[in-house]
């Protein structure tokens, strides 16, 4: 099915030059995520491969913090930057309301206050972490580790974060699908040789005489784990609560009946990317704190907390996943702008009467449509990470879940475009035709 509807949409010229221009950007990212640092001592981060903070980050930027890349902070900073600016929105900050409601004009602005944060954020974040990195690291990650050598580190991974960012919005506006989801989407990807590399290292090379078969039982159930996942995953992204609405005015030749269509899992896979990078700034302070020598022994504590391998850090992680699929649910439906468009264009529920109380119904629908949602989300986000802890498997097992709904909803959605692209040239040329 989907390589039948790449090779139909390949067909189109329009469509070829978005995908091509995609691939193009994102072979400049890969090619930056392998572009160390200058000054940087990469190799001395080997012994830290399975400290939680780090795999989230490699997550989020594309294994490009692994080897403490130009691009290592990826996008990161650039989420952050717009969870903060979408929360001011709630009625918290005057002037990102007012221009919230100002459509393009203010949507730019935000977009615009977005950057500025951002520069802020990856400044901060990268010299906390170059100097945190710098302590724990098995040998020194900076030759020189002065004030100065900080501030240039910080000034290259900034500089990084912007060039990141700019290829995820030439992606947006010129390629196929959303550029900081594609940029992710990449690096995971990017990953996955890696990923079953240790898996093959670890269960089938590195094994005591007459335990061959425990492993390939083990790496049979892990298969199956993830074939389950995907299906259950992918049914879930893909299902839609569809509510009946009706129409007053009736048009010579128009339906009587239609349907608004709600997705059970609304906020996406945007509650998890939100989650991982708040999760990973708590841990980011934490490690610069201690690269201060200040050795207090409740920042170690802290640190346990935050890491979303303890069960207080996944509890953190699921609360946090949850907090934002209720948030981003409203963001991407808002009950007063459907129930004031139902009512403009002579729709309704049925069985419920337009303007407010069409609005309470939407909201409490999406609440519970939310709550379904998170609980999802948790779910497939943390059972990789308490297989591994029971089982003691790889920790690349540990942020497989993020992993792939990253990967199916980022899929999903490229295949909806590719329709949409077919569906608008059947409809062009149907307007030919006449």
Same mark, same amino acid.
């Given at each position: ?274 989650? =991982? %990078?708040?999760? !990973? ?7 610069? +704190?201690? *690269? @201060?020598? $200040? ?98 498997? =790889? %920790?690349?097992? !540990? ?7 990253? +990967?199916? *909803? @980022?899929? $999903? ?22």
């Amino acid at each position: 099915m989907f390589f039948k509807l790449l090779f139909e949409a390949l067909r189109l010229k329009n469509v070829r030059r978005k995908i091509f221009f995609t691939i193009f950007m994102i072979l400049v990212f890969r090619i930056g995520a392998y572009i160390t640092v200058p000054g940087v001592n990469a190799t001395s981060l080997e012994n830290m491969k399975d400290l939680p903070f780090l795999n989230m980050l490699n997550l989020i930027s594309g294994s490009a913090m692994g080897s403490f890349s130009i691009f290592a902070l990826g996008v990161s900073p650039y989420i952050t930057a717009s969870i903060v600016v979408q929360l001011l929105q709630m009625d918290i900050y005057p002037r990102f309301v007012e221009w919230s409601k100002q459509g393009e004009v203010g949507r730019r602005k935000l977009n615009q206050a977005t950057r500025y944060i951002s520069l802020v954020l990856a400044f901060i974040q990268s010299v906390s972490i170059t100097a945190g990195f710098n302590i724990l690291a098995s040998s020194k990650l900076l030759a020189n580790p002065n004030p100065r050598t900080f501030a240039m580190v910080g000034l290259i991974l900034t500089t990084g974060t912007v060039i990141v960012t700019w290829l995820g919005d030439q992606i947006t506006d010129k390629g196929f699908g959303n550029g900081v989801s594609m940029i992710i989407f990449a690096g995971i990807i990017a990953q996955i040789p890696s990923a079953i590399k240790s898996i093959y290292n670890e269960y089938f090379v590195n094994i005591e005489s007459g335990q061959m078969t425990n492993s390939f039982i083990y790496v049979g159930l892990l298969i199956f784990a993830v074939l389950i996942i995907v299906f259950f995953t992918t049914f879930v992204q893909q299902a839609e609560y569809q509510i009946p609405i009706q129409y007053t005015k009736l048009v010579q030749g128009a339906p009587t009946s239609s349907y608004l269509p709600l997705k059970v899992n609304p906020a996406g896979v945007i509650p998890v990317i939100f989650a =991982s %990078s708040i999760t !990973a700034a708590p841990s980011s302070i934490i490690t610069f +704190l201690q *690269s @201060t020598n $200040i050795n207090l022994p409740w920042l170690d504590n802290l640190q346990e907390l935050f890491s979303y391998q303890s069960p207080t850090g996944m509890a953190i992680y699921a609360v946090l996943i949850a907090l934002f699929s209720f948030f981003y649910t409203f963001v991407q439906v808002n009950p007063e702008k459907t129930a004031e468009n139902l009512q403009k264009n002579a729709a309704y529920i049925p069985s419920v009467r337009p303007g407010r109380e069409t609005e309470q119904y939407l909201s409490s629908l999406l609440k519970k449509l939310a709550t379904i949602g998170s609980l999802f989300l948790a779910f497939i986000a943390l059972i990789p990470i308490i297989a591994q802890q029971m089982f003691n498997l =790889s %920790s690349t097992v !540990a942020l497989g879940g993020t992993s792939l709904l990253i +990967l199916i *909803s @980022t899929g $999903i959605e490229g295949m909806k475009q590719l329709e949409g692209y077919l569906l608008k040239k059947k409809y062009v040329g149907f307007m030919n035709a006449e």
